[in-house]
Structures are given as C-alpha cells and as structure tokens.
C-alpha cells in the first residue's frame, strides 16, 4: 500500500484481479520533522539510513542485480518514484562486507555472508531448473513460483543439499529484508510510527489517541492485491 493511499499491485493486474480489503493510510505524516526531538545520537543514526546509502563492496554486479530482484518480489516499491524507495540491498552488502551480526547464527546455516552468496546460487540454480532461464530473465510469476520453493525448503537444486533453504528464507532472507525495509523512516511514516520516544516520552497513553505530533489513522475502502 502506499503511502497516498494508492494500492500496491503487480505490472500485470488489472482492476478485475484486485480483492477489497480495508487499508490504513496516515495522509501527510512524515516522521523525519520530528527529528528535532531525538537525541543527537539517535539523530544521527536515523539520518544517516536515509542520506548514507553504502556503496555495493561485497556482492559482485551480477549478485546485486539477483538479490535486488529478489528483493522486489518480496517488498515490491514500484508505486514509489526511484528517489522515494527505500534501499535494501546496499544495507544487506554492508552487513556481509562488514561481518555484522546478530552475535548467534543456526548451527546448520553458515555466516551469513557465505549464506547469502550460497542462496543467491541456489535460487538461480532453481530458476534454471524449473523454468530452463536464470532468475533474471523470468516472468514475475515464475520469479515468485522459485522463491515459494525455496520458502518452502524443498526447492530443486544441488546447492541447497549445503544450505537448509527453508531456514535460509526465513532466518537470512525475511529477517534481513524486512528488519532493514522497517527500521527506515520512509517506512515508519508509511505504517504511523512516530519514531524514537527517548527523550520526549510518550503523553497520550491508554487511550488510544495519538500523540499530538502524529497523524490519525484513516482506513480506506480500497482495492489491493490478494494475500
């Protein structure tokens, strides 16, 4: 859903395939001119995620562009103009080129930086399977029938005897993608969040009101894509 309201849908649906559903939408809110409120550090940090977009070090040219489609599958932005969407795979590169961590990992999933490049591997060896052309070149159908194999940990393909392709979905590739999308202001203001509470707290508590510097909420009779 975006943020004016306008529901998400794939380049091929029409009208005629949209499911009505009830869609909560936060008009004009824009969590970034509370900025002033947070404390420097917090200031600095959240900023950084919207003006500091790292370049690609890890992954080569050919691994960014599989992930990024990956990535679109999974948190499609195509109602967002290119300068509005918000970066995803530059912050998963700087995780594998940095080694950052969660501090704990499965004991059948190596590092992430070697599980990352493995299920890039795999999920193109998949693609190539099922469908006889890389990921890249696939509808974005089929680009969603590879990934539901993979989600559910029984996808076709040699390398994923190395890599447990149910645990890499949902522990690297979910967990990544959506900690990264959410933990940006763009993201905030689209779901109502209004951001850090420190130091300013909260005021409007067991009400269910929101504070005075957020927007209420407006649910929406509109058309969106089926689950």
């Not at 977009?53 to 992930?67: K, S, V």
């Not at 504070?211 to 689950?227: F, G, I, Q």
Request: negative net charge; hydrophobic residues 40%.
């Amino acid at each position: 859903m975006s943020r004016a309201g306008k529901p998400r849908r794939g380049t091929d649906a029409g009208p005629e395939h949209w499911a009505h559903r009830p869609v909560v939408a936060y008009p004009g809110f824009d969590v970034m001119r509370q900025a002033d409120h947070w404390d420097p550090s917090t200031r600095a940090l959240i900023t950084r995620r919207v003006r500091d977009i790292p370049p690609i070090r890890f992954f080569t040219r050919a691994e960014a562009h599989l992930l990024t489609a990956v990535v679109d599958r999974i948190l499609p932005q195509d109602d967002r103009s290119p300068d509005e969407r918000i970066p995803i795979v530059p912050w998963i590169d700087a995780r594998c080129f940095e080694r950052i961590t969660d501090g704990w990992r499965l004991e059948d999933l190596p590092p992430d930086e070697e599980a990352w490049r493995l299920g890039l591997r795999g999920i193109d060896q998949t693609a190539r399977i099922r469908f006889g052309a890389s990921f890249m070149e696939l509808s974005e159908a089929q680009q969603d029938e590879v990934l539901r194999l993979v989600a559910s940990g029984q996808p076709p393909g040699s390398i994923w005897q190395q890599l447990p392709a149910r645990r890499f979905w949902i522990f690297i590739v979910l967990q990544q993608v959506c900690a990264i999308y959410y933990a940006h202001p763009t993201a905030w203001s689209e779901i109502g969040f209004g951001g850090p509470a420190y130091p300013r707290g909260y005021f409007a508590l067991n009400r269910g009101d929101p504070e005075p510097w957020e927007t209420r909420e407006v649910r929406l009779d509109a058309t969106a894509d089926s689950p």
